[in-house]
């Protein structure tokens, strides 16, 4: 049997992957620090680009390649919309029937109504959507981000029944007017006392701090994550309470040089501190 290979085809199937396989990084955060608004915006702007230029576009290969692209850029706006925004499950329900129906009725007016647009009017439309796009990107990018700062305790003390200690806070303050990702600083601790160091300490973030990547935090707003740190106070039938002194370095020091109970807490340089 001969099979006939298409060129064209073959190249225009690998752009289609690469295309997608760009607008799935695009959504997944993976490059370009944007805030979710904007890049939600973007992916819908991406979609009505791709859709622009197929409607008009007169090449029977060529326009199936933009529509399936703009297809793809659709569905990454709605599931980054969806992940990033609490819609609930009746809001996923509606989205999916209003995507359905867009899609319908933008098939029944392409086949029945003939309804693609010339490309000079195309061309307007894209030009409008490439202006949209560079001003928000602008806008994003001179709108200021989140910034992080940490507020830790002069003391804290452990005792055999709590052994989590609160030794300060993370705040992270949006100053951008729309939502950004939350992705807070990476915090280590070490807990020293006077003769050692104690491989069993570990740092512990509430829940909220651990899913916190994968969350947003709203324009202007606030949130406040509390640094915990686990302490085993060592002896079996230890009743007494141990005051610890918490202090801020680049690393954990070497423990010869910690000569009174301590908690070393380890954060980014880039994260001010304050004493609370």
């Known amino acids: ?33 944007l805030s979710v608004p904007v890049k939600s915006l973007l992916l819908l702007l991406g979609f009505v680009a791709f859709f622009t230029a197929a409607s008009a576009i007169d090449r029977p290969t060529l326009d199936s390649v933009l529509y399936v692209l703009s297809g793809g850029a ?18 996923v329900f509606l989205a ?9 009725g933008l098939g029944y007016l392409l086949r029945e109504r003939e ?6 009017q195309s061309r307007y439309v894209l030009a409008v959507v490439a202006v949209v796009a560079g001003l928000l990107i602008v806008a994003d990018l001179l709108g200021g981000g989140v910034v992080y700062t940490a507020a830790l305790e002069n003391e804290v003390t452990s005792t055999p029944d709590d052994p989590q200690m609160i030794v300060g806070t993370v705040t992270a303050k949006n100053e951008f007017v729309g939502a950004r990702k939350l992705s807070p600083p ?19 973030w509430p829940d909220d701090y651990s899913y916190a990547t994968a969350e947003v935090i709203g324009g202007g707003e606030e949130v406040e994550l509390d640094i915990r740190v ?16 918490v202090e801020r370095a680049a690393e954990c020091p070497d423990e010869t040089s910690v000569t009174e109970p301590t ?14």
């Open 1 to 33: 049997m001969d099979f006939e290979i298409d060129d064209v085809k073959i190249l225009y199937g690998l752009g289609v992957l690469f295309g997608l396989g760009a607008l799935v990084y695009f959504g997944r955060d993976l490059v370009f620090e």
């Open 74 to 91: 659709y569905l990454m706006f709605l599931g980054y919309t969806i992940d990033r925004y609490d819609v609930g499950d009746t809001g």
């Open 96 to 104: 999916l029937v209003f995507s359905s129906m867009l899609f319908i």
């Open 115 to 120: 309804a693609g647009l010339p490309w000079r």
């Open 186 to 204: 990476s915090v280590s601790a070490c807990v020293y006392t006077p003769d050692r160091r104690d491989s069993d300490a570990q740092l512990v």
């Open 230 to 245: 686990w302490h085993r106070v060592p002896g079996e039938n230890n009743e007494t309470a141990q005051q610890f002194t």
């Open 263 to 276: 908690v070393v807490v380890v954060l980014d340089e880039s994260v001010g501190t304050d004493r609370r």
